[in-house]
């Protein structure tokens, strides 16, 4: 019984090392592939074109990762809402609907700027663009970042004060970067979005050492382990 409390919270562990992992990944692959095809810079609308023709494998692996990585935060979620749903199930349950519906968002994003974007000219990178980031950079955000706040909510009681405030770092920063895609100012997206990866790569990194190894939450307050587990 105790083993198998233990490894629930080890599962917790592994998912938030995983999304970790992938977070590296993804800002990895922003520095290396990304950028030049993205409206962070100020470069022109047909160079991006060009660059996105030039160099349409990279750009597709790029947005793979991303893709992945979304996927992962949001499995992180899951075995994070399974976990707390007992003592908070609204909160969990509303945040699982709002990643779930964020996920499919961004996903539509990723497939706009991976699938449609290249082989466009001018024009028409600007339009894909404009709606790829409505979709992955500003309705997702919104949605991930609301249903972390809930999550985070939910188990404020299993998480240490240092947590909880680097959570809240987190979804704040995912916030800053939906409002800097409202306003449509490339700079303060990158910037956003960086403070946001590296922080939730921290945030994850020290979910995944909290849960390592820690025994499942009591269901009440009149649990009493057995001494001969």
Known sequence: MASTSVSRGNGIARAAFAAAAAGVMGLAAVQLWLRPGLPFDGVELSDRASYLVRHHKCWTWGWL???????????????LAARWRSSCEGFCRLAMLLATAGLAVDLAGIA????????QDAAGLGLVEKMA????????????SA??????LAG???????LIALGFGVW???FWVAGATLCGCGSAQFWSLG????LFIA???LLGLRFLGMPHRPESSSFVPDPRD
């Open 172 to 174: 704040l920063s995912g």
């Open 195 to 198: 403070a946001l990866v590296v």
């Open 156 to 162: 404020w009681k299993e998480l240490s004060r240092g």
């Open 112 to 119: 706009l700027w991976m699938i449609v974007a290249p082989g």
């Open 203 to 205: 945030w994850s990194t």
């Open 65 to 79: 990762l991303a893709g992945l990585g979304a996927a992962l935060v949001v499995n992180l979620y899951r075995v």
């Open 133 to 144: 980031g409505a979709f992955s950079l500003f309705i997702a955000k919104i949605l991930y």
């Open 147 to 152: 249903a972390g706040v809930l999550l985070t």
